[in-house]
């Protein structure tokens, strides 16, 4: 079924909750359906969206959007146990005498309107690894693979074997494997200006595993399930997970956001030294900047640093408000802040940074 509304307000549908309102929005139920939607004709600019959770509406939009509803979690290739070629349970007998290492992956086909925690819930509950420290990201299945969502050491990359796609322009099914996704830090191939908005992803086929292979060397996650304590397993990592979240991060549906604002600078070695030695003057020569060495030679810095180092952290701009817990992430703070007042605070925010460190910020919310 698709169902289509014309003037739709979008307040629910974008969780920085701006009030704006789509001339057209479709939602689809099937691939069926998707194919029946006569591409050409919609009212353009045309943006599909997932759970709107990185998305900023700067306006009412005066195209089309749509939104999938294509809901299901199916398990394509499970176990084959040596005796008998059916698939068989995590907890059947024979799992006991096999090796830890020794279960083959487990391909997981998802559609992309299932909400991403619901598939992390699943797979925790199924016993299956390579999803748990994406728990709590907020959003859709379609919208991961385009995105690469991370956290916590793990990128969706990780896990992804193949996205399923419906082509818009030749009207036709594709896929594409995950070494054809170009994968980056939160980008693919399907955020490329040139491509942007063609390929619909319609299901993705994620590789998992029911071999214990736990990720815990980002931060103090290990310490956090250490204390934990209990089996080391998928759903007890999630647990953690989303209590650090929840103490972190604003929840959406209390107060809006988009998440990670900005992107983290990476700037030249000799700019960084520039930056750590006024930070040594003015807090003691046993300071440090946060950063990662990257590979090239260049130097990534927390963005959520320097403008903790502007005194943004915790400030309020009429609706909006930069957020105590997080410097990265920007608040609507009222609930009836207005896109022109979370664009002010960003431009505010990317000013002073530039003025103290003289580095550039880019947001990586979409600015629709
Ligand atoms: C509180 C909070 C915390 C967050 N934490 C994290 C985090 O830890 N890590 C992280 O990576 N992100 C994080 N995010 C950002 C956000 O959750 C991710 O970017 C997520 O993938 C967005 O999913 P969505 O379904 O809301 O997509 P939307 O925001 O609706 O869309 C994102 C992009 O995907 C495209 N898209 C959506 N669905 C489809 C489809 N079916 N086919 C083709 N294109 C599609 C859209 O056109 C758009 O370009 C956070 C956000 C919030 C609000």
Known sequence: MIKTEYYKDLTKMNTFGMKVKARCFMEYDSVADLVDIEFSELARPVLHIGGGSNLLFTDDFKGTVLHSKINFIEIL??????T???????????????????F????????????????????AKEGLWGVENLSYIPGEVGASAVQNIGAYGVEVKDVVHKVYCYDTL????VSFGVDECGYGYRDSIFKKPEIRGRYVVTHVVFTLSRNPQPKLDYGHLKDAVDAAGGDLTPALIRKVIIKIRKEKLPEPSVVGSAGSFFKNPVVPMEQFIRIETEAKAEFGSDYKVPHYDLPDGMVKIPAAWMIEQCGWKGRRS???????????????YTGEAYPEEIVGLERRIISSVKEKFGVELHPEVDHI
């Open 77 to 82: 290739d499970d176990n084959l146990c040596d």
């Open 84 to 102: 008998d070629p059916s698939p068989c349970s995590p907890d059947s007998s024979c799992h006991s005498e096999r090796s830890e290492e020794s």
């Open 104 to 123: 083959p992956p487990v391909l997981v086909s998802v559609g992309s309107g299932v909400v991403f925690d619901d598939f992390c819930d699943w797979a």
């Open 170 to 173: 030749e009207e036709e099914f």
């Open 318 to 332: 009429g609706g909006a408000a930069v957020w105590e817990k997080q410097p990265l992430v920007i608040v609507n």
